[in-house]
């Protein structure tokens, strides 16, 4: 089936420095998502992403997190600066017409900071 | 606050039996229930969903049963396999907004 693509698997970064995440996301779908996973646990909302602009976000998503997606290329979560409990997995998502309908995840990016 | 719970957190069956995992939610406005299917190192899976008009919805193996008055949800998998081994997250929307996702079942099948 379509799937989503991100890049890269992994990633270790000290703190205080830059980081960016992408995603390609399922070609005709429309809106976008991040979430964070920690060991194996609940997925938490990060933030989701239509038309250009954020829709929702959560208390997670910091001041120092931002999303964009700019013309035909990867939706992207940067972290600037990083922290150590930014440490996780993130996780993007993509879905085809509203922000309840089927969401099609990614493998993640195993995030480590230190 | 959690919105969406599930229990148990962890769950052992033999193959060949039918494996219950349950799911509660808060906010009485959802009506989008989907659960996924999450293998070590990938992400999660749709694997079936239901919406809050319908009490039941069946795939195969799989069925949820939901009451909508008790604000609970249940997924059965029937005939467990060694392959279903995995974590089962039930999620909750409402309303075009953002999927809440439960804490999670780990579900391990015993050959």
């Known amino acids: 089936g379509p799937k989503v693509l991100q890049i890269p698997s992994h990633q270790i970064i000290d703190m205080g420095q830059m980081v960016t995440l992408n995603c390609d996301p399922v070609?005709?779908?429309?809106?976008f998502y991040w979430y964070k996973q920690i060991l194996g646990q609940q997925m938490e909302f990060l933030v989701n992403?239509?038309?250009?602009?954020?829709?929702?976000k959560s208390k997670l998503f910091k001041d120092q997190f931002s999303v964009e997606r700019p013309d035909g290329s990867y939706f992207t979560l940067k972290i600037q600066p990083t922290a150590l409990e930014d440490s996780a997995v993130y996780f993007c998502?993509?879905?085809?017409?509203?922000?309840?309908?089927?969401?099609?995840f990614g493998s993640g990016t195993r995030l480590l900071v230190i | 606050q959690q919105q969406v719970r599930q229990s148990p957190q962890s769950l052992t069956v033999w193959e060949g039996e039918t494996a219950i995992l349950n799911c509660s939610y808060e906010?009485?406005?959802?009506?989008?229930f989907p659960w996924y299917q999450q293998f070590p190192g990938e992400g999660p899976a749709l694997l079936i969903s239901?919406?809050?008009?319908?009490d039941k919805k069946e795939d195969g193996r799989f069925t949820i049963f939901f009451n909508k008055r008790e604000k609970k949800l249940s997924l059965h998998i029937a005939d467990s396999q060694p392959g279903d081994s995995a974590t089962y997250f039930c999620?909750?929307?409402?309303?075009?907004?953002?999927?809440?996702f439960g804490t999670g079942t780990k579900l391990q099948v015993v050959p």
């Open positions: 998502a993509s879905s085809l017409d509203r922000a309840d309908s089927d969401y099609t």
């Open positions: 239901i919406l809050s008009v319908s």
């Open positions: 070609s005709n779908h429309l809106y």
């Open positions: 906010n009485s406005a959802f009506d989008y």
């Open positions: 992403f239509y038309n250009g602009k954020v829709m929702e």
């Open positions: 999620a909750a929307s409402n309303s075009g907004t953002y999927q809440r």
